[in-house]
Nanobody, 124 residues
Framework: LQLVESGGGLVQPGGSLTLSCVAS????????MSWFRQAPGKEREGVSC????????NYAVSVEGRFTISRDNAKNTVYLQMNSLKPEDTAVYYC??????????????????WGQGTQVTVSS
């Protein structure tokens, strides 16, 4: 059971990146999915969550209006489109699945399958 993120990199402030998370060994279509991030010296934080069917999403206040989460269950993939990136978005980004429920949990609790992370650096 594996989640693999890709799409990270170095981008200038104001730029865009799209992260992808592909699952292998299990199908994502019954599970809510989230993106988390962890910056150096900071705790990991939930960034965005999407329900199993894709009909419900939520975002951290710090990224609302700039980031968009989506999923393609046929491709077993979840995406995070990140626009208007800021230096404070610099972090390792992780995708995660919660195999116990289809809807997004309160406060990003309970995710039990994690990817290895992909680095996003926003700098001029």
């Amino acid at each position: 059971l594996q989640l693999v993120e890709s799409g990270g990199g170095l981008v200038q402030p104001g730029g865009s990146l799209t992260l992808s998370c592909v699952a292998s060994g299990f199908t994502l279509n019954n599970y809510a999915m989230s993106w988390f991030r962890q910056a150096p010296g900071k705790e990991r934080e939930g960034v965005s969550c999407i329900s199993a069917g894709g009909g419900s999403t939520n975002y951290a206040v710090s990224v609302e209006g700039r980031f968009t989460i989506s999923r393609d269950n046929a491709k077993n993939t979840v995406y995070l489109q990140m626009n208007s990136l800021k230096p404070e978005d610099t972090a390792v980004y992780y995708c995660a699945a919660i195999t116990l429920r289809r809807s997004c949990p309160p406060q990003y609790q309970g995710f039990n399958r994690w990817g290895q992370g992909t680095q996003v650096t926003v700098s001029s």
